[in-house]
């Protein structure tokens, strides 16, 4: 759907690395304002803090003032973050030319990383609904069908998987395929050496789309 590729955009990075980037920009937004000098391009937040209305301000505008320019300062480095650039001031002072030289580097990992994992979010929609083994169906939550057969032993081994024992028929891939059809599990335990033995039925399992996730 298109909700779920719209939040594919955030899936490359973890909440936990979006959050340490945003207060990676402001703090980037602070000291680039308190390293401006006054021949710098951002000479004005140099002249902002030394003026004469900063001197006769209350605290409440002091800190109106300050907030309004670290956040001006935080939107053009999340400008520079999102567009994979950052800008070189040649009248800089040396303590902001070391910080941007930090943070452009920050950027070009960033900027790399997510691009890469990207790719393979986008390109692998179906990711989120594989089901690798049995631990990672237990972690899911998802259902399994089995075979009244296999079921004893598969909850002795398994106890904390959701298994779905195949309605009543002659053939158990039949049932379990029947079960699978209705949406009673989202996959099927079984033997991979019995559904190549039978054409039929690995024709079937084809058709749905089931393949082998590997090994429990």
């Not at 790719?119 to 990711?127: D, Q």
């Amino acid at each position: 759907s298109w909700n779920a590729n719209a939040r594919k955009i955030l899936n490359p990075f973890e909440p936990s690395l979006w959050a340490i980037l945003v207060g990676i920009v402001f703090l980037m937004g602070a000291l680039t304002a308190l390293f401006a000098g006054p021949e710098a391009n951002h000479h004005i937040w140099y002249d902002t803090f030394r003026n004469n209305e900063w001197k006769r301000s209350s605290f409440m505008a002091r800190a109106t003032t300050l907030l309004m320019v670290v956040l001006q300062s935080s939107v053009e480095q999340a400008h520079f973050l999102f567009g994979g650039d950052v800008s070189h001031d040649l009248q800089a002072t040396a303590s902001q030319k070391i910080l941007s030289f930090g943070y452009s580097f920050l950027v070009l990992i960033v900027v790399a990383t997510y691009t890469a994992n990207l790719a393979a979010f986008l390109t692998l929609s179906g990711a989120n609904d594989y089901i690798s083994s049995m631990n990672d169906a237990i972690d899911k939550g998802v259902s399994l069908c089995v075979h009244e057969v296999l079921m004893t032993d598969l909850k002795i081994m398994w106890p904390k998987a959701t298994f779905v024992n195949a309605s009543v028929h002659e053939d158990p891939y039949v049932s379990m395929l029947e079960d699978y059809d209705n949406n009673l599990c989202s996959a099927i335990v079984t033997g991979l050496s019995d559904i190549r033995n039978d054409v039929g039925t690995m024709k079937k399992f084809c058709e749905r789309n089931l393949v082998k996730s590997g090994e429990p």
